[in-house]
């Protein structure tokens, strides 16, 4: 029901844009968040945007680098990522919560009810 597709291998400096389709449920109603995992690390909140998209929050260590958004006319939710680094290097998720709260002030992983598997995103140095 969540499907995350745009990952890749670049070169540092470079930029994707991740998209996350949503499909089974009422999209325009959820928080999306985008989540990431490196080998041998934990997962970690990176972005989430509110059903209206009017509020998001970044994580400290992709501010000013990555830009979320979403089309709820085509539940899509977008990262956009520039100036990317190595230690961008992770599998990248989505997941939708109902609950408005899952993205005020950071990103909870816990009470999403929708988890779309992840695109893998390189950073080469």
């Known amino acids: 029901q969540l499907q995350a597709s745009g990952g890749g291998l670049v070169q540092a400096g470079g930029s994707l844009r991740l998209s996350c389709a949503a499909s089974?449920?009422?999209?325009?109603?959820?928080?999306i968040g985008w989540f990431r995992q490196a080998p041998g690390k934990e997962r970690e909140g990176v972005s989430c945007?509110?059903?209206?998209?009017?509020?998001?929050y970044y994580a400290d260590s992709v501010k000013g680098r990555f830009t979320i958004s979403r089309d709820n006319a085509n539940n899509t939710v977008y990262l956009r990522m520039v100036s990317l680094k190595p230690e961008d290097t992770a599998v990248y998720s989505c997941a939708a919560g109902l609950d408005q709260r899952l993205c005020k002030g950071s990103i909870y992983f816990y009470g999403m009810n929708y988890w779309g598997e992840g695109t893998q995103v390189t950073v080469s140095s």
């Open positions: 089974g449920f009422t999209f325009q109603y959820y928080v």
């Open positions: 945007i509110s059903s209206s998209g009017g509020s998001s």
